[in-house]
């Protein structure tokens, strides 16, 4: 299974990214698929999830109304949208994917891991 994350980059505060996972080795359909965020210093954290079948969708509280999840079944791909980025956004950001009996929100429900796409929000 490859996880390959993109989209990461430098923008001001208020800014936008919008960042792209694509995966291959697995039957992408079949798996609820995560975005985690960790910062220097602190732990890997939940941001955003959605379900196979796009029904589910979850959000951490914080990026609630400015970051958006999406997938592209056909091309195996996730997407996250942020607008309104702030300081405290930045962190590496990782797509996973997780078998969809499991938690959608637990980082644990997730064995495959893409590598990080560094965002960084300046003040």
């Known amino acids: 299974v490859q996880l390959q994350a993109s989209g990461g980059g430098l923008v001001q505060a208020g800014g936008s990214l919008r960042l792209s996972c694509a995966a291959s080795?697995?039957?992408?359909?079949?798996?609820?698929m995560g975005w985690f965020r960790q910062a220097p210093g602190k732990e890997r954290e939940f941001v955003s999830a959605?379900?196979?079948?796009?029904?589910?969708?979850y959000y951490t509280d914080s990026v609630k109304g400015r970051f958006t999840i999406s997938r592209d079944n056909d091309k195996n791909m996730v997407f996250l949208q942020m607008n309104s980025l702030k300081p405290e956004d930045t962190a590496a950001y990782y797509c996973?994917?997780?078998?969809?009996?499991?938690?959608?929100?637990?980082?644990?429900?997730?064995?495959?891991w893409g590598q990080g796409t560094q965002v960084t929000v300046s003040s």
């Open positions: 959605i379900s196979w079948n796009t029904d589910t969708t």
């Open positions: 080795g697995l039957t992408f359909g079949s798996y609820n």
């Open positions: 996973a994917a997780a078998s969809r009996r499991l938690s959608m929100i637990r980082l644990e429900s997730y064995p495959y």
